[in-house]
């Protein structure tokens, strides 16, 4: 098919993946900033005064680049695993499948709308986040491509759970049993230079620790490890999940008998 | 004439290893308004599954307007429009979201999208639905909705599996219309159905599947011409006993309705003529079932080839 179906396709893909999630604003906006306002009172106001300074700033500025990747990866994840395992449950994927509509428009449809939700969850988040603390930004480009290349990355993943998934539960699992410990140990609420140098060393295969503390140099002008490794982690992830995404999708595991 | 459908030698065996469908070849030429008949579990939905490439076929060739599955599956996809047996659009977007959709997965831009939606919305009845979530549609309304989305890129073959189960005869005359005005504007249908009359009143050649096997496969008017026998329903004076009428298999359903058996052979005047030698008085008379229906069991095996249902 032409350059110019595609694009209309994709844009199509886009334009209901954005819609469902606008549509349902109230599941889906609110209860990060929510979420987001209960951890700055008690881990920043209530606590994070009694802890002082981590890595020279006050704890409250030192916890709000991790918060703020948190949500961002929580949405980038539900939006797409919950979105294609609805259309795989209702069927209406097939409006898809039976379309011209090459694999990697429908990927990259779906990763669109989960990056799309992460990103905006992640500026309302911010400006929750303004009504707590003062941001500084150190660098916007890094902070851009930062929240791109993770969003992307786990909206891939969120995709690829929903296409193995064969129930409601199966798109929570990950989310709970992996995603959130991994998110909680990867830095957004403390220095990784602060752990032992064992766990120092487990962290380091924790991809989510490249993630917040290159969101957070992006922010503070700190990070416990280094810039280009951690974008060459970020682009390693999504070029493998991308490519696993195509795969599954072009033999339609999942999707065809 | 050029084909519009050409199935050659197509398998299909799913996990487990049930053989659903056993080399089936088919060819249905451009413009036609083609019946694919069969009971449950014969292959029908399995056939349209991998000519819409929702089944993965194990063997065999479909070529759509002339491309291939294998090789030029996005062409083949483009001339295609599906209306599935089952509900399969998002129950909570609105009818215009999913029509406008749809279109764009086609490439079709957005306000044509609109335009064709109105249309298709307006002829099927819906425009006042038009900003309703799906779920908010009846079983009619839905089917037509169904209709509706295959046809917004405005393919050349649409394939309908079962469009009318469900819906009261009232709504399914008025979207035999409709059907019939889309094959006059030149669009090839292929139909599966349960109702026979369906395919005896729309379809000018049928093919006939039975586990996996198409047992027939010629245009209508052969098929029922083949009709050897057809079973007439008297209502008649009230008797208690089954009239003997000479050369006729005669049955008394109850005391004011015979059914008689009829062979093309034999004149209809002659049964009239017995029964008024025996003062029965008959009212009125009706076929017991359409004739397709009479053909189609006796080639599946007297209709008792009710098997697993593989979608």
């Known amino acids: 098919m032409s350059s110019k179906v595609n694009a209309i396709a994709l844009k199509s893909i886009l334009y209901k993946e954005i819609n469902r999630f606008m549509r349902i604003w109230v599941q889906t906006l609110v209860p990060p900033a929510i979420t987001i306002s209960l951890y700055f009172v008690i881990f920043g106001s209530l606590i994070g005064s009694r802890i002082g300074e981590m890595s020279g700033f006050d704890y409250m500025s030192f916890i709000v680049p991790g918060l703020i990747m948190m949500s961002v990866i929580t949405n980038s994840y539900s939006n797409v695993a919950s979105s294609f395992f609805s259309a795989k449950w209702q069927r209406n994927v097939e409006e898809m499948l039976v379309a011209p509509v090459p694999t990697w428009v429908i990927v990259a449809g779906y990763v669109g709308g989960g990056m799309a939700r992460g990103m905006l969850v992640g500026t309302i988040v911010t400006l929750v986040s303004l009504l707590f603390v003062d941001i500084q930004i150190h660098n916007i480009w890094v902070i851009i491509a930062t929240v791109s290349l993770t969003s992307a990355t786990f909206a891939l993943g969120g995709l690829i759970n929903a296409v193995f998934a064969n129930s409601f539960d199966d798109i929570s699992i990950i989310p709970t049993f992996i995603l959130t410990p991994l998110t909680y140990l990867g830095g957004v609420f403390y220095s990784i230079s602060l752990l032992p140098e064992f766990w120092q060393g487990v962290s380091q295969i924790n991809p989510i620790v490249y993630m917040v503390n290159a969101f957070r140099y992006g922010f503070l002008g700190i990070s416990d490890v280094s810039l280009t490794l951690a974008f060459s982690v970020l682009i390693a992830f999504i070029v493998t999940l991308f490519i696993i995404a195509m795969t599954l999708i072009s033999k339609g595991i999942g999707l065809r008998s | ?311």
């Open chain 2, 1 to 311: 004439m050029k084909k519009a459908l050409e199935i050659s030698n197509l398998e299909k065996i799913y996990k487990g290893g049930f053989k659903a469908l056993k080399g089936i070849d088919l060819t249905v030429e451009q413009g036609d308004f083609f019946a694919l008949l069969g009971p449950n579990g014969a292959g029908k939905s399995t056939t349209i599954g991998v000519i819409t490439s929702l089944v993965n076929k194990t063997a065999g060739t479909v070529k759509v307007f002339g491309h291939d599955i294998d090789k030029e599956l996005e062409q083949a996809k483009s001339y295609l429009g599906l209306v599935p047996q089952e509900f399969n659009f998002n129950q909570f977007e609105t009818l215009l979201t999913i029509l406008v959709n749809q279109a764009g997965y086609y490439g079709v831009e957005r306000p044509l999208a609109f335009k064709r939606a109105e249309k298709y919305l307006k002829q099927l009845d819906l425009w006042d639905k038009r900003n309703d979530a799906g779920r908010m549609l009846s079983g009619g309304m839905k089917r037509r909705l169904m209709i509706a989305r295959a046809l917004m890129h405005e393919p050349q073959m649409l394939i309908l599996d079962e469009p009318t189960a469900g819906v009261d005869i009232e709504l399914r005359r008025s979207m035999w219309d409709f059907l019939r005005e889309l094959n006059q504007q030149g669009i090839t249908i292929i139909l599966t159905t349960h109702y026979l009359e369906e395919a005896e009143m729309l379809c000018r050649n049928i093919a006939i599947i039975d586990s996996g096997v198409i047992v027939k496969n010629t245009d209508m008017k052969s098929l029922l011409a083949t009709l050897d026998q057809e079973t007439i329903v008297l209502d008649i004076d009230k008797i208690s006993d089954t009239p003997q009428l000479d050369g006729f298999a005669v049955r008394l359903t109850d005391d004011h309705t015979l059914e008689i058996d009829i062979k093309k052979s034999q004149l209809i005047n002659n049964v009239f003529a017995q029964l008024s030698a025996q003062n029965i008085n008959v009212h009125s008379m009706r076929n017991k079932s359409n004739r397709l229906e009479e053909l189609f069991v006796s080639l599946v095996g007297s209709g008792q080839a009710v098997k697993q249902e593989v979608n």
